[in-house]
């Protein structure tokens, strides 16, 4: 799971599964995520975006990246990205 926080103050978020793709070639290294995800009003991962075929992010706009992992590491693969993420307050004082 990816949040994306945009120049223009916007947050983007989606799932990084095996059908996206991050480019690191000197003259681009934007970022597709297989599936756009919405976000809540704290900017955390809601529920896949409904008709998603992905997000596009240039880097250029791109002021920082933050990186999750879903509820279940598998269930990217084995549901489409599907998994909801789990808020980093939701782990504290897991093992």
Avoid: C
Wanted: proline residues 5%; hydrophobic residues 35%; negative net charge.
């Amino acid at each position: 799971m990816v949040l994306a926080t945009l120049k223009d103050g916007r947050v983007i978020g989606g799932f990084y599964g095996r059908d996206s793709f991050a480019a690191y070639a000197k003259d681009g290294r934007d970022l597709y995520l297989q599936q756009r995800w919405t976000l809540d009003s704290d900017n955390w991962f809601e529920q896949p975006a409904n008709d998603t075929h992905g997000l596009w992010i240039p880097t250029e706009e791109v002021v920082s990246l933050e990186l999750y992992d879903p509820d279940d590491s598998d269930a990217g693969d084995q549901n489409g990205g599907q998994a909801a993420a789990q808020s980093p307050d939701a782990t504290a004082g897991q093992p």
